[in-house]
């Protein structure tokens, strides 16, 4: 064999042999690698109201949960787990967020639910979860009896970061009777919705507390859509305010007819006012409103301007409080995962033990934490629509 023979021999020994290499593992024992075994998705389930009465809030919080999952997979997940969300429509309605609930727990077996968008249709369906101990994230709920003391027992597996009307409401009253001198009102109130029911009670409590007024209380049906004569019965009372308690339906429709008749006259409203839907609809109606809000789209706060920026990205457009609160309650619970050592055990107890201990998580909301009673501690800010914008007046 002459030089360049021998030489090309040796060559493809070389290359033989390398190949031969990579495919053995380190050690003694010679046997195959195996790739790195990926973690397998953590379903995360989420129960909204993208169609029916509560379709303004519905389809607003599905992009918030969505651009959380899709940024949280994108930086690895939960400790390399990605999270599969499986989204229901429960259509506004209780009977379908118990299915929706039913479905998630028994055929999906997700490891935690958010939702749903509605205080009735939590009461109704909680329970579910509850049985099934399943923890669950409630993320626009405000009415009573969501988290602490439920009416239908143990909730233990309940917390929630949407901010309470009892909480939001009575710092509401406070500040209106302090920067508007609001002496006397006339409370208005959908009486067959219970998040506006619990509303006007807790609204009932603070104007007394506050040494308001109340010159009438005026029911109507969150369905109604002529609202003309309980805006004329409230305005005979000649107040210095009107308060609602009722979702963004039934208050824009309060708000134009209050404009109509009484330009200029401040409109006081719970957490159902706190979507630019009442500014979209409402129009110049809408100017001078003034709510509760768990959060405000100039919040200067570093993670508060990262997810507008983010959301304006990706959906063209500025999110709002239902948004946010939906992106927040996933980065809740990614938290909880992370400190769950098997998230996806069909026993369900070890992640609600972590989602209890969760401590100043950096959220749009500001830092999110938990209280005894698995309600949201955070700031509150009391708004007004000003040339448009939800604006802090507190």
Known sequence: MNGKAVLSALAACALTLGACAQTGTAGASGAPSAPAASKPDIKVGIVLSLTGVANVYGPIQRNGVQLAADRINAAGGASGAKLQLIIEDDQSTPEGAVTAFRKLVSQDRVAAILGPTLSNSAVAAHPVAQAAQTPVIAISNTG???????????????????????????ETVKTVKAKLSVKSVVLMYAQDDKFSSDGFKIFQKALAANGITVKKE???????????????????ESPDAIVDSSLAGPAINILKEVAKRKPGLPVVGGNG??????????????EGAISGAAWYLGNPEQTNKDFVAAYKAKFNADPDQF???????????????????????????????????????????GEVSFDKNHDVSQKIFVVQIKGGLFTPIN
């Open 218 to 236: 005026i029911a109507f049906s969150k369905n109604d859509v002529d609202l003309s004569g309980p805006v004329t019965q409230a305005l005979a």
């Open 144 to 170: 009573d009896g969501i988290v602490g003391k439920c009416d239908y027992g143990p909730c233990d597996y309940v917390f929630r970061v949407s901010l309470g009307e009892s909480a939001a409401v009575p």
């Open 323 to 365: 948004a946010a609160q939906s992106y927040a309650a996933l980065y809740v619970l990614l938290d909880a995962l992370k400190r769950t050592p098997n998230p996806n055990s069909i026993l369900h107890d070890k992640l609600r033990d972590q989602v209890e201990l969760t401590t100043g998580v950096k959220t749009p909301l």
């Open 273 to 286: 006012f706190n979507t630019p839907a009442i500014i979209q609809s409402a129009g110049a109606a809408a």
